[in-house]
């Protein structure tokens, strides 16, 4: 908050709280380098690391504390885990060396890169669990069923990988022997390739995940339709895996949502209608679908900053908007259990309702309509001039922490992820593109999320 001017040109002021505030973070930043001295002299290796206040305080404290004791006693580090109070504040410790190691979103790496020299060292993964799913088109003579693809050639997704692609080769060796793979770089691709090359390709291979009926997401089918309408119709599924593969996920998206009735099939009819951006800080509720719309040349009339996803899908809901912008991610596990069905912005209101019916017509009246570029998960970084053997014994250490059932549950609560992966600074550059397209800059989110933790406090206090 800036000082107020005191009347007849006195000096700026804070207020008492917040000056304290400002001394007991410093003094809290003093005696961890105080504290990290004494043992370093004392023949321990030392680290501090900190977590971003993105999830309740006391959680992170308490499982970072959890992680810090693991590696402590499984590799003879001594770490400091800690939680300030400010994306800055994490930041600003990377650069001073107040800080070794940070647990940060994308944006706030950017920041700690350019300004101060961070590392990212590693990127958080998340699971989705997905089918796989093989396509044909319509019409007489055309397969229906994996035996007719004996001896013929199959658009074969490259995103379908590991355990998922083990499972379809199987299915398909034993019931369509013979059958040729034609490589295609995505679902979509392959889909592409089944629908324009009719004398290719006898059907597609795609990864699948449940959807609305109208969404233009889930696979490649639905995926394509946006690109080539009608697609769709001249294409089936004629097989799907039983069981559903847990797959990794480091990244999740940004999503143009319009209700089914709204005449919306394409982003260009947006064009000078009302829209909903979640905030102007959102990566995928503003900065990746702005450049989206901008990329497609739509110009939008009244800007509606609605202040959080559910309020995106509730304004495009009750059609105060054509359309909204929010995050997408494919469904896993939880949504299962929870019978939300999806993992997008939709699920958030979908809990609210009551049967499988309620919520099933919901995804039938809001939509998805297309999807931006990927977003990259948080990042794991270290300082500048941090000591590679020193950071390889953390890694070794990290990675058998989250081979434990409490490590991983721990790690869930700190990061909302399961498994940590090497990475280095290139994997952020269509990230920075991105930002360069929509106008706006790292420090301006950094400084947006800022305001919001601010005004959070501020609100917390006076509740009490």
């Given at each position: 908050?800036?000082?107020?001017?005191?009347?007849?040109?006195?000096?700026?002021?804070?207020?008492?709280?917040?000056?304290?505030?400002?001394l007991a973070l410093f003094l809290v930043f003093v005696a961890g380098l105080?504290?990290?001295e004494r043992l370093q002299a004392g023949g321990e290796q030392v680290i501090?690391?900190?977590?971003?206040?993105?999830?309740?305080?006391?959680?992170?404290?308490?499982?970072?504390?959890?992680?810090?004791?693991?590696?402590?006693?499984?590799?003879?580090?001594?770490?400091?885990?800690?939680?300030?109070?400010?994306?800055?504040?994490?930041?600003?410790?990377?650069?001073?060396?107040?800080?070794?190691?940070?647990?940060?979103?994308?944006?706030?790496?950017?920041?700690?890169?350019?300004?101060?020299?961070?590392?990212?060292?590693?990127?958080?993964?998340?699971?989705?669990?997905?089918?796989?799913?093989?396509?044909?088109?319509?019409?007489?003579?055309?397969?229906?069923?994996?035996?007719?693809?004996?001896?013929?050639?199959?658009?074969?997704?490259?995103?379908?990988?590991?355990?998922?692609?083990?499972?379809?080769?199987?299915?398909?060796?034993?019931?369509?022997?013979?059958?040729?793979?034609?490589?295609?770089?995505?679902?979509?691709?392959?889909?592409?390739?089944?629908?324009?090359?009719?004398?290719?390709?006898?059907?597609?291979?795609?990864?699948?995940?449940?959807?609305?009926?109208?969404?233009?997401?889930?696979?490649?089918?639905?995926?394509?339709?946006?690109?080539?309408?009608?697609?769709?119709?001249?294409?089936?599924?004629?097989?799907?895996?039983?069981?559903?593969?847990?797959?990794?996920?480091?990244?999740?998206?940004?999503?143009?949502?319009?209700?089914?009735?709204?005449?919306?099939?394409?982003?260009?009819?947006?064009?000078?209608?009302?829209?909903?951006?979640?905030?102007?800080?959102?990566?995928?509720?503003?900065?990746?679908?702005?450049?989206?719309?901008?990329?497609?040349?739509?110009?939008?009339?009244?800007?509606?900053?609605?202040?959080?996803?559910?309020?995106?899908?509730?304004?495009?809901?009750?059609?105060?908007?054509?359309?909204?912008?929010?995050?997408?991610?494919?469904?896993?596990?939880?949504?299962?259990?929870?019978?939300?069905?999806?993992?997008?912005?939709?699920?958030?209101?979908?809990?609210?309702?009551?049967?499988?019916?309620?919520?099933?017509?919901?995804?039938?009246?809001?939509?998805?309509?297309?999807?931006?570029?990927?977003?990259?998960?948080?990042?794991?970084?270290?300082?500048?001039?941090?000591?590679?053997?020193?950071?390889?014994?953390?890694?070794?250490?990290?990675?058998?922490?989250?081979?434990?059932?409490?490590?991983?549950?721990?790690?869930?609560?700190?990061?909302?992820?399961?498994?940590?992966?090497?990475?280095?600074?290139?994997?952020?550059?269509?990230?920075?593109?991105?930002?360069?397209?929509?106008?706006?800059?790292?420090?301006?989110?950094?400084?947006?999320?800022?305001?919001?933790?601010?005004?959070?406090?501020?609100?917390?206090?006076?509740?009490?």
């Amino acid at each position: 908050m800036e000082g107020a001017r005191v009347e007849g040109g006195g000096r700026p002021w804070l207020p008492r709280a917040g000056w304290g505030l400002l001394l007991a973070l410093f003094l809290v930043f003093v005696a961890g380098l105080v504290r990290r001295e004494r043992l370093q002299a004392g023949g321990e290796q030392v680290i501090r690391m900190l977590f971003v206040p993105s999830v309740e305080q006391g959680t992170l404290a308490r499982r970072g504390n959890e992680l810090a004791e693991f590696v402590k006693k499984d590799a003879g580090i001594v770490v400091r885990s800690a939680v300030p109070t400010s994306y800055a504040a994490v930041v600003q410790a990377l650069g001073a060396a107040q800080a070794d190691i940070a647990w940060v979103p994308a944006f706030a790496y950017v920041v700690a890169n350019a300004r101060y020299g961070a590392e990212a060292r590693l990127q958080v993964v998340r699971e989705a669990e997905r089918y796989a799913v093989v396509v044909t088109r319509t019409g007489v003579g055309e397969p229906d069923a994996l035996p007719a693809l004996a001896g013929r050639k199959v658009a074969f997704s490259r995103d379908i990988t590991d355990g998922l692609r083990a499972v379809l080769v199987e299915e398909l060796s034993r019931w369509a022997p013979g059958w040729v793979e034609v490589p295609a770089p995505s679902d979509k691709e392959a889909v592409r390739l089944l629908v324009e090359s009719a004398s290719d390709v006898a059907a597609a291979a795609s990864r699948h995940v449940f959807s609305g009926p109208r969404d233009l997401v889930g696979d490649g089918r639905k995926e394509l339709e946006y690109d080539l309408p009608g697609s769709l119709a001249r294409s089936r599924v004629v097989f799907k895996t039983a069981q559903p593969v847990r797959q990794h996920v480091t990244a999740y998206y940004g999503a143009v949502y319009t209700r089914t009735d709204s005449g919306v099939q394409r982003l260009e009819d947006l064009a000078g209608k009302p829209f909903a951006f979640s905030d102007a800080t959102s990566t995928s509720g503003f900065v990746f679908p702005q450049n989206l719309l901008n990329a497609h040349g739509v110009k939008l009339g009244h800007v509606y900053f609605a202040g959080g996803h559910p309020n995106v899908i509730q304004a495009v809901l009750d059609g105060k908007v054509a359309g909204g912008a929010s995050f997408y991610s494919p469904p896993g596990k939880v949504n299962e259990v929870e019978r939300t069905f999806v993992a997008d912005a939709r699920h958030i209101l979908m809990k609210r309702l009551p049967t499988d019916e309620e919520r099933l017509a919901f995804l039938d009246t809001v939509r998805v309509l297309k999807l931006t570029d990927p977003v990259p998960n948080d990042v794991c970084c270290v300082r500048r001039g941090f000591p590679r053997p020193v950071w390889e014994r953390f890694e070794r250490s990290l990675q058998r922490f989250l081979a434990t059932p409490e490590g991983l549950r721990a790690y869930l609560d700190l990061v909302a992820a399961v498994a940590a992966r090497p990475i280095d600074d290139a994997a952020f550059d269509g990230f920075r593109a991105a930002l360069k397209g929509a106008g706006i800059s790292a420090g301006a989110l950094m400084d947006a999320e800022e305001e919001k933790l601010r005004k959070k406090r501020e609100a917390a206090g006076a509740k009490k």
